[in-house]
């Protein structure tokens, strides 16, 4: 074996890093640890050939008469440099990354290139006996021509390299940079690569990034902004649009209470005057679903606050309890006559803030729809009462004792002061007798809230078992 080492260095260095090449696509990148270990045993097998045949990477081959042999030696000692530079940082690169994650990527790459530049060098000075400082001087008025000539290239570069010494963004924030918004999915040492709301890639050079506005959205990780601007016309007296955009706020059951939301008056033309609300959620995910949410429930409170943007109904003035009767779903199946002669059987009944308007176990004698006002719908967990769900205008209660006349199984408490109109159940009783669609209505709307309730209760956070030494301490109290 040690006769074929000598006779044939090179066969043997070649098939040592084929199967060296082999193995490392074999283990996979996951298994990092594994991979140093192996590219670091060929090593030390591939010196060990060297050494039988030889052949010192630090110095010049030594067979100058035979030029096979000479050749032989020259490829293995270039190879030495390279194969210690590699291995040199595959060793460095998996401790930079395993501390640093994926944001180390762009040092590791840089060290990297600064290792084989030096192996490459000491190649070229101790096997090939290269003038060194020669060497060096022309690399450097090269090096020169290369820099002005990539100038923007390595502009980005080094703005990638304080954008991961700073960290204003990390992957999977999400981000604007100079007005291009999306997640960032990778950080190179040229460009910032970022997910649209669209689908698309938006790839940012970093030089661009680093001069540029950025807004992370991701940081603090748990609030998030969210704002809806309305237009009403001027001629409704802002007082009374701000009331009915603070119900708003104060029915948006998604948005922190910790944090103060607030209405403002962003701008004023003489046809329309647009209004501004600000709130603050715990997941990026749910912004449009929170802002669609908010436009709606801003819609129905200005109109049950008698706000009209001229709709067309001009020609047709209904009452608020015919409005509502249209506005309800479960009433579409009546017919405009039907609904004209229910409005005037509803009874207007005014409530105040903190008044509990259905309790817990009572059974409702009518059906109630809310006009104006914000209300809280509790359930209880077996032990308290956990808020379920905000209702608003155009949204009835009650459905459970009209149908079956069972108890509520939620409290209705009032968050704000507001009206709402009862229906008695023998003025429904008619209905619901004559009119299948209005009872499939109303017990799908009790299916609902079924699924509502105990969607509520599964995420019933789970008490946690005091032990050990405070649990002994609590006990002694």
């Known amino acids: ?13 070649f098939t040592l890093i084929l199967i060296e090449l082999s193995l490392w696509q074999f283990i ?23 050494t039988a045949a030889g052949i010192s990477p630090l110095q010049p081959p030594l067979w100058p008469e035979d030029p096979i042999l000479n050749l032989v030696a020259t490829v293995l000692g270039i190879s030495w440099w390279l194969f210690a530079a590699r291995v040199l940082t595959v060793i460095l690169g998996n401790g930079l990354i395993s501390r640093g994650g994926q944001s180390a990527r762009l040092f590791y790459d840089l060290m990297g290139g600064l290792i084989f530049l030096i192996g490459i060098v000491g190649a070229a000075a101790y096997v090939l006996q290269l003038p060194v400082k020669g060497l060096l001087a022309t690399s450097g008025a090269m090096a020169i021509i290369i820099g002005l000539a990539l100038q923007s290239t ?14 204003p963004y990390q992957l999977d924030d999400q981000i604007s940079i100079d007005g291009t918004q999306g997640k960032v999915v990778e950080i190179d040492w040229r460009s910032t690569h970022l997910i649209t709301d669209m689908g698309g890639m938006a790839v940012v050079p970093n030089s661009l990034a680093a001069k540029a506005r950025i807004i992370n959205f991701s940081r603090p990780g748990n609030v998030h902004g969210v704002s809806v601007i309305i237009a009403v016309p001027s001629s409704v007296r802002p007082r009374r649009v701000i009331d009915a955009l603070e119900k708003t706020l104060r029915g948006t059951q998604e948005l922190l209470p910790d944090l103060s939301a607030k209405v403002s008056v ?13 709130g603050y959620i715990d997941s990026e995910k749910r912004k449009t679903e929170v802002c669609n949410l908010m436009f709606d429930l801003a819609h ?8 009209s943007w001229g709709s067309g109904q001009d020609n047709q003035p209904w009452s608020r309890q015919r409005q509502l009767l249209e506005d309800v779903r479960i009433f579409r199946s009546l017919s405009s006559e039907e609904r004209d002669q229910l409005a005037c059987e509803m009874i207007p009944v005014d409530y105040q803030a903190d008044e509990v308007i259905l309790a817990f176990g009572e059974v409702a004698d009518c059906l109630m729809i809310i006009s104006t006002g914000v209300v809280s719908v509790s359930i209880h967990d077996g032990e308290k009462l956990i808020e379920a769900v905000r ?17 509520s199984r939620g ?12 229906i008695e159940k023998t003025t429904l009783d008619n209905q619901l ?22 969607a509520v209760v599964m995420q019933k956070p789970v008490e946690i078992k005091k032990s050990g030494l405070l649990h002994w301490l609590l006990q002694r109290k």
């Open 1 to 13: 074996m040690f006769t074929f080492l000598q006779a044939h260095p090179l066969i043997c260095a």
């Open 411 to 422: 409290e209705f408490r009032s968050i704000t002061s507001g009206r709402l109109f009862r």
């Open 433 to 454: 007798e004559r009119l299948g669609d209005l009872k499939t209505a109303l017990s799908n709307l009790q299916d609902q809230r079924q699924e509502i309730r105990q």
């Open 154 to 167: 390595l502009s980005d570069v080094f703005s990638g390299i304080v954008i991961n010494t700073t960290k």
């Open 266 to 278: 962003k701008s004023s033309q003489l046809a329309c005057t647009e209004y501004e609300l600000k």
């Open 300 to 307: 129905r409170h200005l109109q049950a606050a008698g706000v």
């Open 391 to 407: 209702l608003g205008p155009a949204e009835v209660m009650g459905e459970e004792g009209i149908l079956t006349a069972s108890s």
């Open 28 to 50: 996979g990148a996951s298994r990092r640890n594994l991979r140093v270990c192996v590219r670091t045993g060929f090593f030390v097998m591939f010196c060990l050939v060297m």
